[in-house]
């Protein structure tokens, strides 16, 4: 006989959330594990002693998490599905009648309460320092990518502007040697009696840009292979042990991958105390600044190598033989090319070795070397070129080989897993202090994904 359930009696009943949430659900196995109590203490100075209370912030702090682990990209469905779902409810602290906070609490919390602040960053850092001392976290060997974020900004509305661009940190540091070396040369030239050659070197000309009218933060992404228009760039490092994504900083999306990166890895090794050994990142960080940078830091770089393909690679610049005892150049007629002076384009610097005009005026080399039209042969080679050629040399050894494969399986699969399932695919939100909280918890979630994988 087939039952038909025609009645619904209302009746009370007592109701314990826990016996619905699985044993094996990822907000259980949160919940069980990391202990978010610290928050509190974070957030205390962003409360004030009077008035009313306000909403639990340990429960917002929560809330918006469940957006990121389950891929909700808006925080008026989040309410919806916060007050449907029983799991999301119990990982709250909510019962079946408590009310659900409203999506308009969080975007004034971030206009009003936690305006200019670093509470998510402080609370982001508190998550690493527990790995840490998990031994989850060690240092041994960090990784570095970024991928971009779509902004919320119109294609249409884009100005071109000149602006003057400061260099970074680590740019300063190869500008410091610059100096040092030139200096070097000027006593020398002193004691020698011969005259300055060649122009003073200048620092960073100013360059033009493109400026998005609806979000001037944004910058326009204009790389082969990758979508045109405003977005933000998301560099990343991660520890290779388990995945921990250690720092994710949120720039314009015209900004080159290097500028960043040895700042960042500074950042991590004061933030953390870790002793960074060795880093991996692809081609685009294979520049004289990176490596000096890192020779600062006293960090060993596995960074693919870029394969030039211009006028300071020719076959006539390879027939010359670097000396670094003399810091001399030898041609293939046998005269020497010494040191003169210093010269700049944009931000780098280069030493330039020039021949004796008498030596080239003679040579039988000399149509092939330079042509007609100069008088002599000259040399440019960037500071701490040798930098780069040690780095060429590490690319034939195991280490090499692993830290890229390595860098290949974390970066790519973390960008893909949090563009897919993490909120990082794009961006409603504008300004760069906005982007900075979704990438952090984009991150965050992540990595109390592997947290938990690790220690379950």
Not at 236 to 247: A, E, F, L, P, W
Request: aromatic share 10%; charged share 30%.
């Amino acid at each position: 006989m087939m039952g038909r359930k025609d009645d619904y009696q209302s009746k009370m009943e007592f109701i314990d959330l826990n016996t619905f949430v699985p044993s094996n659900h990822i907000l259980r196995q949160i919940n069980e594990k990391i202990d978010f109590s610290f928050i509190y203490n974070k957030m205390e100075k962003y409360y004030s002693n009077l008035g009313r209370k306000s909403l639990d912030p340990v429960l917002l702090f929560k809330m918006l998490l469940i957006g990121y682990l389950f891929n909700v990209d808006s925080e008026r469905e989040l309410e919806q599905e916060v007050n449907l779902n029983i799991a999301y409810r119990w990982f709250l602290g909510l019962d079946l009648t408590d009310p659900v906070p409203d999506h308009s609490t969080f975007s004034q919390n971030r206009r009003r309460r936690f305006k200019d602040s670093t509470v998510f960053q402080e609370i982001f850092d508190e998550i690493i320092k527990l790995c840490v001392e998990k031994g989850l976290v060690t240092g041994e060997v960090i990784v570095t990518d970024s991928t971009h974020i779509k902004a919320s900004a119109s294609k249409s509305k884009v100005e071109k502007v000149t602006v003057e661009r400061a260099p970074s940190q680590y740019l300063n540091t190869l500008e410091l040697e610059a100096k040092k070396i030139e200096k070097e040369l000027e006593e020398k030239r002193k004691e020698t009696g011969t005259k300055k050659r060649g122009r003073k070197p200048k620092g960073p000309s100013p360059e033009t840009i493109s400026v998005v009218k609806t979000d001037s933060n944004a910058g326009v992404l204009s790389r082969p292979g990758k979508p045109t228009g405003p977005h933000y760039l998301a560099h990343t490092s991660i520890d290779t042990k388990n995945g921990i994504i250690v720092d994710i900083h949120p720039s314009p999306g015209n900004i080159n991958d290097c500028e960043p990166f040895v700042e960042r890895l500074k950042v991590i090794q004061d933030k953390f105390e870790l002793d960074i050994k060795s880093v991996g990142a692809d081609r685009g960080y294979d520049t004289t600044p990176i490596h000096h940078g890192l020779k600062t830091l006293e960090i060993t770089g596995y960074i693919s190598p870029i394969k030039y393909d211009t006028a300071f690679d020719t076959t006539s610049y390879r027939d010359f033989i670097y000396k670094r005892e003399t810091d001399t150049y030898t041609c293939p007629n046998q005269k020497e090319l010494t040191f003169t002076h210093l010269m700049s384009q944009g931000e780098l610097y280069y030493k330039t070795y020039s021949a004796k005009t008498k030596d080239c005026k003679v040579c039988p080399f000399r149509d092939k070397c330079f042509g007609k039209t100069a008088s002599r042969r000259t040399i440019s080679r960037p500071i701490a070129h040798e930098l780069l050629e040690e780095n060429i040399q590490r690319t034939k050894t195991k280490e090499y080989k692993l830290v890229q494969k390595l860098r290949r399986v974390w970066c790519e699969g973390s960008f893909g897993t949090m563009k897919i399932k993490h909120n990082l695919y794009k961006t409603y939100k504008r300004g760069i202090e906005k982007i900075y909280e979704q990438c952090l918890f984009s991150a965050l979630a992540l990595n109390l994904k592997r947290m938990i994988k690790v220690i379950y």
